[in-house]
């Protein structure tokens, strides 16, 4: 639309002198036709070539991600035609507007009118700054969810934290029980080893199994609810970070033909056992009738056990050597330092105890986080990325109008500064019509970004869609890529000499 205002005196002559109206805009269309057609290829050489650098950008390790980005040749076209239809829209719009008035068309050249003063043109620049506000908001409450799950309280200490899957070669009970015993020893008297335990299920794995227990209560009907349980060996509290907040973790006597007894987190305690001393009460896994099974013997902190987005479930704990034997149990090994560079160690003194284990699943829990969070880390990178590029799109939009603007009005400038103006003055002038753009695009963006926003909050963690710290952070990134896109041919209005600006008609 600036294109087709700097090009009126041209397209009046024209008209003058006989040229046809629709051949005119026959002329005008292709040209933008055949800016649309180079993009458009362009476009299609970036796609075939670069969705395979897009994966890799957005997932480091694609084999365990089902995505799938084999390029479609359905979509290419879709996107070709795009492409096209973008060029014949946008390039016949304009055209039709350059060429309907054919007896002021000169008369309007020589006025040298800016750019600026098609409404058409600052409505859809406004439109445009207004999307770039909704996908800067989006993108910035997606960064601001990555971080908030990066840092959420799991309710254990996730660093140093060695996971392995062992299985030993031996079947009975007595010859189990003699490999994890030697395992324990071995491997917490490794050089760097603080604390090793063991456990059914990962303390970051699934959760546990489910399974429904009754409550004893004194004078009451027995209670039953669901629970999530795992078996833990002793210092396993100790070693995974969860504090133990009231009575005793498990010890070498809570063996098989010991009294059963349980801990308990607190979300089962306030469930369960409201405005009472856990420690101490019974429940059971059998039906009502084995209400006095378990003995509680300790309260255990809330933590997350398979998500980081879950909520505390309720979770009881039981003593491996008090439950009948597993073939398998992750081994959790707390280090001084870089678990990873552990994990050769400990496999050898595994191997020095039974040459036949399975030794599998060997991981950290940063790395089980990080995972965990590869969606949430790639909803980020997309929502950042096409936030950046309709930021550069803005940009270039209002740097565009503005240069035709300032080129349309070197005389008028040039006239200013003659009569008295200062560089300063110049500079206010074209920054106004930036600024009033912007506000504009601002006010139309952010009341969309704040409806567009509710359509994620499921996506979300650790803050709702209408955060003002991303709100306003958003608007500041607009204002300061919009102000600088406007800077630029502000500045050279200001560095106009009046002489050269007088003669410029």
Aim: net charge positive; glycine share 10%.
């Amino acid at each position: 639309m600036a294109r087709s205002a700097v090009r009126s005196s041209e397209i009046g002559i024209r008209l003058a002198l006989g040229a046809g109206r629709w051949r005119l805009v026959r002329q005008l269309t292709t040209e933008s036709l055949l800016l649309s057609l180079a993009g458009g290829a362009l476009g299609l050489l970036v796609a075939w070539w670069g969705h395979r650098l897009l994966l890799g950008f957005l997932v480091r390790d694609p084999l365990t991600v089902a995505l799938n980005f084999q390029i479609d040749s359905r979509l290419l076209a879709f996107g070709f035609g795009l492409s096209v239809a973008t060029g014949l829209l946008f390039g016949l719009m304009p055209s039709i507007r350059a060429t309907r008035d054919t007896s002021t068309s000169i008369y309007v050249a020589s006025r040298r009118t800016g750019a600026l003063s098609m409404p058409l043109a600052k409505g859809l620049l406004a439109v445009q700054i207004g999307l770039s506000m909704i996908l800067l908001v989006g993108s910035g409450l997606f960064a601001r969810s990555l971080r908030n799950l990066g840092a959420a309280d799991l309710g254990l200490a996730r660093e140093n934290l060695l996971l392995l899957n062992v299985q030993p070669a031996a079947k009975s009970p007595q010859g189990k029980q003699r490999f994890w015993m030697e395992l324990t020893r071995r491997v917490s008297g490794l050089p760097g080893v603080r604390n090793t335990a063991l456990a059914g299920d990962a303390v970051f794995g699934n959760g546990g199994w489910n399974q429904t227990v009754w409550v004893e209560h004194p004078r009451q009907p027995t209670e039953d609810g669901k629970v999530s349980d795992n078996l833990v060996s002793p210092a396993f509290f100790a070693t995974v970070g969860i504090p133990i907040l009231k009575g005793r973790e498990f010890g070498e006597q809570d063996r098989e033909h010991a009294p059963l007894v349980a801990l308990v987190n607190q979300t089962f305690a306030r469930q369960f056992l409201p405005n009472q001393d856990p420690v101490g009460k019974r429940f059971g896994d059998r039906g009502p009738d084995s209400s006095g099974r378990y003995q509680i013997v300790g309260v255990v902190g809330d933590a997350k056990y398979g998500l980081v987005r879950e909520q505390a479930q309720p979770m009881v704990f039981h003593p491996m050597w008090q439950e009948p034997d597993r073939d398998s149990y992750i081994v959790h090994v707390r280090t001084a330092s870089e678990p990873g560079a552990m994990a050769m160690s400990i496999r050898r003194e595994i191997q020095a105890i039974d040459s036949d284990a399975l030794i599998s699943d060997v991981t950290t829990l940063p790395q089980i986080i990080r995972d965990q969070l590869r969606e949430d880390r790639m909803f980020a990178t997309l929502a950042s990325f096409f936030a950046i590029l309709a930021l550069v799109l803005s940009a270039i939009g209002i740097y565009g109008i503005l240069a035709y603007s300032v080129s349309r009005r070197t005389a008028e400038i040039g006239v200013r500064m003659a009569l008295g103006a200062k560089k300063s003055d110049v500079l206010w002038l074209i920054m106004r019509e930036t600024l009033v753009l912007l506000t504009i695009g601002a006010a139309v963006g952010v009341p969309a970004a704040l409806a567009t926003a509710h359509l994620i909050k499921s996506l979300l963690y650790g803050l709702e869609p209408s955060d003002p710290l991303t709100v306003t952070g958003a608007a500041v990134v607009l204002f300061a890529a919009g102000a600088l896109a406007g800077f630029l041919p502000a500045r050279r209005a200001a560095s106009i000499e009046p002489t050269l600006a007088l003669r410029s008609e």
